[in-house]
């Protein structure tokens, strides 16, 4: 039983890296790129599931990743393996939707 209240088959969802998906603050601390809209991620330890994306709370359990669009699931597979079928180094994907990514930047 999902805990959202959209059909992933419905949304455009993207995957990007963790390199794209952090930033730094002032502080020095890291946080969630606030241009995206996460969906939720995908770590490589539990790769059927998709997780929150928080940098406030723990994470939480959203989906199945078998509920995402067929080029969702090619974007993650092509980021944890490269073109030989070998892993890569990477360990976390982040989906973003892609309907509501950018936010237009004030004047």
């Not at 949304?11 to 952090?22: F, L, M, N, Q, T």
């Not at 997780?51 to 959203?62: I, M, N, R």
């Not at 994907?93 to 309907?99: G, N, R």
Request: net charge positive; hydrophobic share 35%; aromatic share 8%.
């Amino acid at each position: 039983m999902s805990n959202v209240n959209y059909d992933l088959k419905k949304r455009g969802v993207r995957a990007i890296s963790a390199d794209e998906a952090w930033v730094k603050i002032k502080s020095g601390g890291l946080k969630l790129n606030p241009k995206y809209k996460f969906v939720g991620k995908v770590d490589i330890q539990l790769p059927n599931m998709i997780l929150t994306a928080s940098d406030k709370k723990k994470f939480a359990y959203v989906d199945d990743v078998c509920k995402l669009p067929a080029a969702s699931k090619r974007q993650l597979v092509r980021h944890f393996y490269d073109d030989e079928g070998q892993r890569t180094g990477r360990r976390v994907a982040y989906l973003v939707d892609t309907k509501k990514n950018v936010k237009e930047p004030k004047k």
